[in-house]
């Protein structure tokens, strides 16, 4: 596998992708909030990442397949001292392969009273707010640096629990979860017609899984674009990850 592309694959992942919480708080809510993202050391979660890149310019597609881990392996202070924990990324090409640690990004998970605020690579959201309930929403990404052009994108997420996903089981295929809490980050379609009947078409999606005692069990981000002007076909990427073990 071409390692920049791999490396491309992990930073897909991890721009918006966690999976653990933060301490718990004397509040019942909060404890049971913070049930759902285990942060004892040594914690982890297993993925199998399945990716497909769509090559507008000259219609190929590429299929990417691997594992990546994440697991909590210290504690240390955010860039506000406030006391969070270093999530440790490691991924490998098949279920026999070694692991290979990600050296090029840092993650750094801090709690606080009101979510779960995830940074890496100097791009920071709140992957989670509380209380946790059925219909709340709130913008995730409101640091992103403002010279960064390829991540304006999410300034305009808006995340939200879905009812339909809130305290329900969910099967990753080859996990079954009975208590998981879904966070729809973002869903729109563009489809907009000019007058020459040429079509331009846009499509982001993403949503995030969480089980109770477990963390992130399923992600998925799908940004997909179609502008004959610039490209011969449709252009993008599309890449889901599903829990296949943890401790």
Aim: net charge neutral; aromatic share 14%.
């Amino acid at each position: 596998m071409n390692r920049k592309l791999t490396s491309a694959i992990i930073l897909l992942v991890l721009v918006s992708a966690t999976l653990f919480s933060c301490k718990k708080s004397s509040s019942p809510q909060a404890y049971s909030d913070s049930l759902y993202f285990p942060t004892s050391m040594g914690h982890y979660v297993t993925y199998a990442v399945d990716s497909m890149y769509y090559f507008g310019a000259n219609c190929n597609t590429k299929h990417v397949t691997c594992q990546v881990r994440y697991t909590v392996s210290d504690t240390c202070r955010d860039a506000k001292f406030r006391p969070s924990f270093i999530v440790d990324v490691r991924y490998r090409y098949n279920d026999t392969g070694s692991w290979i640690p990600s050296l090029t990004n840092t993650v750094i998970v801090t709690p606080t009273a009101s979510g779960l605020e995830y940074s890496q690579n100097n791009v920071q959201s709140t992957k989670l707010s509380y209380p946790i309930t059925s219909g709340a929403q709130w913008y995730a990404f409101t640091q992103v640096p403002a010279a960064d052009s390829n991540l304006q994108y999410l300034v305009y997420w808006t995340s939200t629990y879905p009812s339909a996903g809130y305290k329900t089981p969910y099967s990753s295929g080859s996990l079954y979860f009975d208590n998981t809490v879904s966070v729809l980050l973002d869903d729109e379609t563009i489809k907009n017609t000019v007058p020459d009947s040429i079509t331009f078409t846009y499509r982001s999606y993403a949503k995030e899984i969480y089980a109770l005692n477990v963390g992130m069990v399923y992600r998925e981000v799908t940004r997909l674009s179609y502008n004959p002007y610039s490209t011969e076909c449709i252009n993008g990427v599309s890449v889901t990850m599903k829990a296949i073990d943890h401790n």
